[in-house]
């Protein structure tokens, strides 16, 4: 633990329009800060360059969870703990709750928010593959007013996002998904408390025999969380019984672009993330067999 903190300056706005208002005066200059769990790590260690911070605490209208018949909106701020808590997450976006229950330990989820983990845009962060298997998007709020963006439309490099300096993220809205499969595997060097190697999250809605839709969402894998699109399309609209494995692991395999770092090589990830994808739809095949 370090004694002494870095200078800072911190303001606390009460209202979602007096946050807006300070961001607006000087855009770019005040750093939201909701859980702190990103970016309390390198201002401890001295490497933030930017040290104003514009504390979201007080916003209470971003910790509302709304569900309707549609779907269900999340406030910017909740958390992880009540994300893997909440029923309906549990019932219908058992992805997103198994999610929250992969990240970090339970510290970091009392904390740590889903809308800083879009924000932060880690490619290893592990709710946006969930968002993304889900078709969820994000709404970006400035004194103009707001717009929303689909997740897969969020991120445009590493680290880079399409919020404006002067835009706070909101609201995270997912829609509810039909009756389907839901599939999720964090791979990382341990069980817990791990930075995901690679993250494959997929939903899937079979009628007929027929997959009538299928999304991929993928971590850690490309400079940003990602659809695989490719993969998908080789699946989508195919019998049950005959689906083409070898053919989408090719296609998710030849569609992503991993890296060698400390955690991995991009060898691994390529052969994991093809191998992952094949396990899914296996466990589909087994889920309907069950039927
Ligand atoms: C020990 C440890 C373990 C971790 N384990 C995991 C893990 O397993 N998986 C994982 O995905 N992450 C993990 N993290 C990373 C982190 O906890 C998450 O990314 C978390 O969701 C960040 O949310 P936060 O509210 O703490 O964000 P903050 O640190 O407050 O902010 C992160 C970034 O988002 C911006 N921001 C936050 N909220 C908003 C908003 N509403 N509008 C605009 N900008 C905003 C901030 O300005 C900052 O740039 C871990 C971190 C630590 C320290």
């Not at 000087?26 to 401890?44: I, K």
């Not at 490497?47 to 509302?64: E, G, I």
């Not at 300096?165 to 791990?194: C, N, S, W």
């Not at 030849?254 to 992952?276: F, H, L, M, Q, W």
């Amino acid at each position: 633990m370090r004694g002494q903190v870095p200078d800072c300056a911190v303001q606390v706005p009460g209202s979602l329009q007096e946050a807006l208002e300070i961001l607006a005066r000087e855009p770019g200059r005040w750093r939201p800060l909701a859980g702190g769990t990103d970016l309390m790590v390198p201002f401890a260690a001295g490497r933030l360059a930017d040290t104003r911070f514009l504390s979201l605490q007080r916003l209470d209208v971003l910790r509302a969870v709304e569900p309707d018949p549609e779907g269900i909106t999340f406030g910017a701020l909740v958390t992880y703990t009540q994300l893997r808590q909440h029923p309906y997450v549990q019932r219908h976006l058992p992805n997103l709750a198994q999610s929250a229950r992969v990240t970090g330990a339970v510290a970091i989820q009392n904390r740590g928010t889903l809308g800083g983990n879009l924000v932060n845009g880690s490619p290893a962060a592990d709710t946006p593959p969930s968002l993304l298997a889900y078709a969820a998007q994000v709404e970006l709020t400035g004194l103009g007013g707001a717009r929303w963006v689909p997740v897969d439309a969020f991120h445009t490099g590493y680290k880079q996002t399409v919020m404006a300096p002067d835009e706070l993220l909101t609201r995270i809205r997912v829609p509810r998904p039909e009756p389907g499969f839901h599939f999720y595997r964090k791979v990382g060097t341990r069980a817990a408390q791990a930075v995901a190697k690679v993250c494959l999250a997929a939903y899937v809605r079979v009628e007929a025999g027929m997959v009538r839709e299928f999304r991929v969402g993928l971590g850690s894998v490309a400079p940003v969380p990602m659809r695989a699109r490719a993969a998908e399309a080789v699946i989508l609209g195919q019998s049950v019984d005959r689906l083409p494995l070898a053919e989408a692991r090719a296609a998710l395999m030849e569609e992503i672009s991993p890296i060698d770092d400390i955690r991995s090589t991009a060898r691994y990830r390529r052969i994991v993330a093809g191998n992952v994808l094949v396990q899914a739809l296996m466990e589909l095949d087994e889920a309907l067999s069950r039927c």
